[in-house]
């Protein structure tokens, strides 16, 4: 196994054995990651990679709203969604318009909620609300 394996090997582990709380703080992690990369490219140029990295976020913020359990989540979900949809429609903005400040914007959110849903992962388990008592699946 060479090294770029091992590394693939090592975050589907990561994945695989990650709490649904756990794993909607990687998706906050690699959104940030890819807002920083486009701000960066926006500054020196690169349209390519900036669009590229872009449309990585815009794919994440999709997948955080597909992640959210309505029912289950209530006004908190619904208030999250509207975030999402707002994050996403800024992102498509800076794309259009290589923007870095609307990037800027978007990373500031996920900054912010990636914080806090990091402590809700962090909590352990027997404080937490049973899943049963909660309804399928994190509220993202």
Do not use: F
Not at 90 to 102: E, G, Y
């Amino acid at each position: 196994m060479n090294g770029e394996e091992a590394v693939l090997a090592y975050r589907r582990q990561q994945v695989e054995t990650a709490s649904p709380a756990q794993l909607v703080v990687m998706l906050y992690d690699g959104c940030i990651r890819h807002c920083r990369a486009a701000q960066e490219a926006i500054a020196r140029e690169g349209r390519d990679a900036a669009a590229r990295h872009l449309l990585k976020a815009q794919d994440i913020v999709s997948e955080l709203m597909a992640c959210l359990n309505l029912d289950a989540g209530g006004e908190i979900a619904t208030r999250l969604l509207r975030l999402y949809e707002y994050m996403y429609r800024r992102l498509v903005l800076a794309n259009v318009r290589k923007d870095a400040s609307a990037v800027r914007e978007v990373e500031g959110l996920l900054v912010g909620l990636r914080d806090a849903w990091a402590q809700v992962a962090s909590t352990p388990p027997a404080t937490m609300q049973p899943a049963s008592d909660r309804g399928a699946g994190p509220v993202a």
